[in-house]
């Protein structure tokens, strides 16, 4: 027994010398290949050498529809003009957040990585002052956004540059068209929106476009209303968030589920909102089948590419009006770039950011990819098209949404949307639902040591 | 003859020793975890000793829930892989126009990574557009185009049925194996004394294919128990929570940053499937010395 | 009585054409709606496309990179089947023809690990400080490690059929060990590890959550990793999706074939007599 220990040892000590030899625990800069096991190690040209600025590989992870075609492009024009060459890394959304934590967790981590921003959880999902590289200094960062910066900010320091268009805000698309066949105006309470569903249920048209199965779309309806919850229980985020009331004892919230349970038990999501899917949504919008659904203001852009006589300008938009709602529910929060802080090539991966955030860059960002109306910095040009500016100008109090003013919310956002699930199929009940909420912060609270929480 | 010298042990330390270093040393450090209060939100760990497993067991997780999915899986798709992967293993045996066709056409679900599976029978299943309510629709058998994936009553028997699609072949293929295996030698025997397919069956295949058919049993268990993929990329546990299986229930925990308690349900679960395979490797080695 | 043989000869057929039709049909529908264009694909259906786009094919190699991943899947696939099965086999045969308590209790040992849950973290700790991440060896060795189990468990029971009297003769004709392994029990076992071969194949190629977790770069990413890229920036785009789909389970289908011609020739020449 003791002499197969130590042959054992041996053997491991000679595995790890030999690999040892051949490989590096280097993330990004070299590799190496082994052939088939049995024989020794031979080496494969690799991507990059440690050495020379001109011939580095910086590494990009990425979740799911973060990275655009366009981005790619402007990838490569940067690879012509510095020679850094850049390793885009894109992962479907479902596998992105257990791959980076664990990739974190373990030390190891692309150079460049993205996540949603938001305050509370860039500090309690990211540990962002531990994984990520200060940025307040850049070139660029001055030029961010200033609402959007406070998200991607720790104690004024900026962490993250913002990928996406976080002015566009989740409010509901209607077809106009419909809306003027059937003498319908645009509601602004919620008794004037079953009306107006009603109508269009009648008229033979599903009312609203809902997805379940994606898991995130119909949670939505929910949080995005957060600003009037807080005009209806005055001082209701700040007890939120310090422990001293509960989202169970919020008489508005649980109206709001009991709407949202009302508008599906009337029929007003149609047939097959449990499996339909948000990708196919610009499509049946398009087909005229369906008269609203939540979307963000690129929604228009989307349905006009789908080529059926519906035009970007057929596409208005409201605000959602559960529990009467009239505040424009404005987002700073959206996916955004991070350094890793154990990278090594902060440089080079600053360089990529600083591209990025040249003007021209940042406009051809947002006139080539449909979705972006306009990027959080200063000085670029809006595209904004008329309808989105009526609507905007529409609605005078703007006010930000549960999820980012609320702590250890959005990290439970797929667990509502099973719970939500669950009461519109009657499984559950509001009251069960916001009970749920109430435990899986006081859960998180309590595994981040959350003062407000101590028992 | 000298047991020792002619099968030496240290035939077994290549194996051995890549299988500790890789596979038992990190799966116990991960066990390790269970019993520390790690998470995504600080970044100290503590040792907070059998509390994680206190959480487990409390009423008010919906564990047990999960637990009595995982085992209504295991079992129906056990018994319906081993049951239709042997008949078909069976006839596939036998002298058929195009028989290595049949063969490779059913094993081909096997071939197709899980993820694409679910992502396509999403699609077939769908109950407006789908390509099986719409052909039900088109041979008017409309009121059998049911809400397959998203009706909380079937949803769950509809993802054992894509499981069983997709796991039969495999299993086919070991049977198949196993069948080749049996010496003609006896079939001869019983064909002279006139003996019918069925009796052929149940007295000399059945019998010298017990050893197959523990170890496709082991593998099927072992495989419902552990089962993750199919059920998070089918329905990733809904509608509501009808199809949650423990392994998507341990996702969950890891999703919301409780890595701790995520580990502890995967250390709970491996406790139990040490169990059932060894009991049941217990159970194999006695027959195969009966025999 | 002839009668009776026919009938039961159509219904055999019969019944066997109509399961392999529900096993291929979602298949075919992959393989039909790639070569549709992207708004047909998103209908999902049998209908025959009304335009074969080939190019579906060479924009997916072209874009996805296929051609890097398809070396590296093949690396990693055969490195490890080739490395597992060698090892698990010599394994195998000492442990299952020991009659010690021992050696049951190591083959225990091994097979158990088939229920070991994967924690990727500690994983991780362990591959970096082997200096195993973030290179193709240690994701063959992995991969080798992780099989090891399964693989042991398959083959133990195969090679108890094995009777012990050919060994026996084997060393009385002064065969050593090594000897006695490649040249007498290896030829006998092929069949079954090429059984073995073949579907340790299948689930190496298949997967992609550990060269995900434990490789830097996409140099490295196999073919189906190479889907998983694809599909986060083309998700819309079934049509494409379906072509990549095939392109990856083209090879995994040959080595089928190849391994059933391979073990339908070795169990009918008689190889493993009973």
């Given at each position: ?59 990009y992870m990425v979740s799911q529809d973060q990275l655009q075609d366009a981005e790619i492009a402007l990838g490569?024009k940067f ?7 850049v390793?885009y890394?894109v992962i479907p959304s479902?596998?992105y957040v ?14 460049i990585f993205s996540s949603q921003g938001g305050q509370f959880d860039i500090?309690?999902q990211l540990?962002v002052?531990?994984?990520a590289?200060?940025l307040?200094?850049e070139s660029w960062s001055s030029t961010v956004d200033p609402l959007a910066a406070a998200e991607l900010s720790?104690?004024?320091?900026l962490y993250g540059q913002p990928i996406q268009d976080v002015s566009s805000v989740w409010a509901i698309a209607y077809?106009t ?32 476009y809902?997805c379940?199965?994606d898991?995130w779309h119909?949670v939505l309806w929910?949080p995005e209303v957060g600003a ?49 899917a948000y990708a196919d949504a610009a499509k049946?919008f398009a ?5 609203m659904v939540v979307a963000n203001q690129g929604f228009g852009a989307e349905v006009e590419a789908i080529?059926?006589?519906l035009k970007a300008s057929d596409v208005g938009y409201f605000v959602i009006?559960?529990?009467?709602n009239?505040i424009l529910n404005v987002n700073p929060v959206g996916p955004s770039r991070f350094i ?12 990529y950011l600083a591209y990025i955030a040249q003007a021209e860059n940042l406009q051809y960002l947002i006139d080539n990819v449909s979705k972006n109306n306009t990027l959080p910095f200063i000085g670029v040009t809006d595209k904004y098209s008329e309808t989105i500016k009526t609507f905007y100008a529409t609605y005078a109090t703007h006010g930000t949404v549960l999820q980012t003013t609320?702590?250890?919310l959005n990290?439970?956002w ?42 | ?291 | ?231 986060g920036i083309y998700f819309k ?38």
């Amino acid at each position: 027994m003791k002499r197969f220990l130590l042959v054992a040892l041996a053997a491991v000590m000679l595995v790890s010398s030999v690999a040892c030899s051949t490989a590096t625990t280097n993330t990004s800069a070299t590799s190496a290949v082994a052939t088939a096991a049995t024989t020794g190690a031979s080496t494969d040209s690799s991507t990059a050498t440690e050495a020379t600025k001109q011939d580095v590989t910086i590494t990009y992870m990425v979740s799911q529809d973060q990275l655009q075609d366009a981005e790619i492009a402007l990838g490569q024009k940067f690879t012509e003009a510095t020679g850094i060459k850049v390793d885009y890394q894109v992962i479907p959304s479902d596998q992105y957040v257990n791959l980076l934590t664990t990739k974190m967790n373990a030390g190891e981590c692309a150079d460049i990585f993205s996540s949603q921003g938001g305050q509370f959880d860039i500090v309690t999902q990211l540990n962002v002052e531990k994984n990520a590289v200060d940025l307040s200094g850049e070139s660029w960062s001055s030029t961010v956004d200033p609402l959007a910066a406070a998200e991607l900010s720790v104690d004024g320091k900026l962490y993250g540059q913002p990928i996406q268009d976080v002015s566009s805000v989740w409010a509901i698309a209607y077809n106009t068209k419909i809306f003027t066949d059937n003498n319908l105006q645009v509601p602004t309470t919620f008794a004037e929106f079953k009306t107006v569903c009603e109508t269009i249920k009648t008229a033979g048209i599903t009312p609203v476009y809902e997805c379940v199965s994606d898991g995130w779309h119909h949670v939505l309806w929910f949080p995005e209303v957060g600003a009037a919850y807080e005009a209806a229980e005055p001082g209701l985020i700040d007890n939120l968030n310090s422990n001293t009331t509960t989202f169970a004892s919020s008489a508005v919230m649980k109206q709001s589920l009991d709407q949202i349970k009302e508008m599906v038990d009337a029929g007003y999501w149609g047939e097959n909102y449990m499996s339909n899917a948000y990708a196919d949504a610009a499509k049946s919008f398009a087909s005229g089948e369906y008269a609203m659904v939540v979307a963000n203001q690129g929604f228009g852009a989307e349905v006009e590419a789908i080529g059926t006589e519906l035009k970007a300008s057929d596409v208005g938009y409201f605000v959602i009006p559960l529990v009467d709602n009239q505040i424009l529910n404005v987002n700073p929060v959206g996916p955004s770039r991070f350094i890793y802080s154990g990278s090594k090539n902060v440089d080079a991966a600053k360089q990529y950011l600083a591209y990025i955030a040249q003007a021209e860059n940042l406009q051809y960002l947002i006139d080539n990819v449909s979705k972006n109306n306009t990027l959080p910095f200063i000085g670029v040009t809006d595209k904004y098209s008329e309808t989105i500016k009526t609507f905007y100008a529409t609605y005078a109090t703007h006010g930000t949404v549960l999820q980012t003013t609320v702590k250890y919310l959005n990290p439970q956002w797929m667990e509502i949307g099973k719970e939500l699930a669950a009461l519109i199929l009657g499984d559950s009940t509001s009251d069960d639902v916001l009970k749920n909420i109430d435990k899986n912060r006081a859960d998180q609270a309590t595994a981040a040591k959350d003062p407000a929480w101590n028992e | 003859m000298n047991e020792r010298k002619t099968y030496p042990l240290y035939f077994v330390y290549g194996a051995l020793i890549l299988y500790v270093a890789l596979c038992v040393i990190p799966g116990l450090i991960g066990i390790g975890y269970s019993f520390t209060d790690w998470s995504s939100y600080s970044d100290e760990i503590n040792f907070i000793g059998l509390k994680n497993f206190a959480t487990i067991f409390s009423p008010d997780e919906n564990y047990v829930e999960y637990l009595s999915n995982t085992i209504l899986f295991t079992l129906v798709t056990t018994i319906c892989k081993s049951v239709i992967g042997l008949s078909l293993a069976v006839l596939l045996t036998k002298k058929i126009r195009g028989l290595n066709i049949h063969r490779a056409i059913m094993y081909m679900p096997a071939v197709i990574s899980t993820l694409i599976v679910g992502m396509t029978f999403k699609s077939i299943l769908n109950p407006q557009i789908g390509l099986l309510n719409e052909s039900l629709r088109s041979i008017g058998l409309d009121v059998f185009a049911l809400k397959w994936l998203t009706d909380s009553k079937i949803a769950f028997w509809s993802v054992m049925a894509v499981d069983i699609w997709k796991g039969v072949g495999y299993i086919m293929t070991i049977f198949i194996a196993g069948i080749m295996a049996i010496s003609p030698a006896y079939f001869e025997a019983a064909e002279i004394d006139g003996a019918t397919s069925w009796q052929k069956f149940k007295s000399i295949t059945l019998p010298l294919l017990m050893p197959t058919i523990a170890v496709t049993t082991v593998l099927n268990v072992l495989y419902g128990l552990k089962v993750f993929d199919i059920v998070y990329s089918l329905t990733n546990g809904g509608p509501g929570y009808a199809t949650e299986v423990l392994y998507t229930g341990v996702y969950k925990e890891f999703s919301q940053g409780r890595y701790a308690v995520g580990t502890t349900l995967s250390s709970v679960m491996f406790v139990v499937m040490l169990f059932v395979g060894y009991f049941m490797i217990k159970i194999m080695t006695k027959k195969e010395v009966e025999e | 009585m002839k009668y009776r043989k026919i009938a039961n000869s159509i219904a055999v057929n019969a019944i066997a054409w109509i399961v392999s039709a529900i096993l291929i049909i979602p298949l075919l529908l992959i393989l039909i709606n790639s070569f549709k264009t992207s708004i047909a694909a998103s209908d999902m259906n049998l209908v025959l496309p009304s335009e074969w786009k080939f190019d579906n094919f060479l924009v997916v190699i072209q874009k996805g990179k296929l051609d890097t991943a398809f070396l590296n899947s093949m690396i990693y696939s055969v490195g490890s089947v080739t490395l597992c099965t060698f090892l698990a086999s010599m394994a195998s045969f000492v442990l299952s023809r020991r009659r010690k308590r021992s050696s049951k209790l190591l083959y225990l040992f091994f097979v158990l690990g088939i229920t070991m849950p994967i924690n990727f973290v500690s994983l991780m700790k362990v591959m970096q400080v082997m200096h195993l991440y973030n290179t193709r060896f240690g994701v063959i060795l992995l991969y080798a490690a992780l099989q090891m189990p399964f693989t042991i468990f398959l083959t133990y029971g195969f090679i108890s059929k094995i009777p012990r009297d050919i060994d026996e003769a084997a060393v009385l004709d002064g065969c050593t060990p090594l000897r006695l392994f490649f040249s007498v029990i290896l030829p006998l076992l092929k069949p079954v590890l090429i059984t073995v071969m073949v579907l340790t194949f299948l689930n190496t190629w298949n997967e992609f959550v550990l060269p995900l977790y434990f490789t830097g770069s996409t140099d490295k990413w196999p073919m189906t990793l190479a889907v998983y890229n694809f599909f986060g920036i083309y998700f819309k785009d079934w049509n494409l999706i379906c072509a990549d789909i095939v392109l990856t389970s083209v090879p995994v289908i040959i080595v089928y074939f190849l391994g059933q011609k391979y073990i339908v020739s070795g169990m009918t020449s008689g190889a493993v007599k009973g």
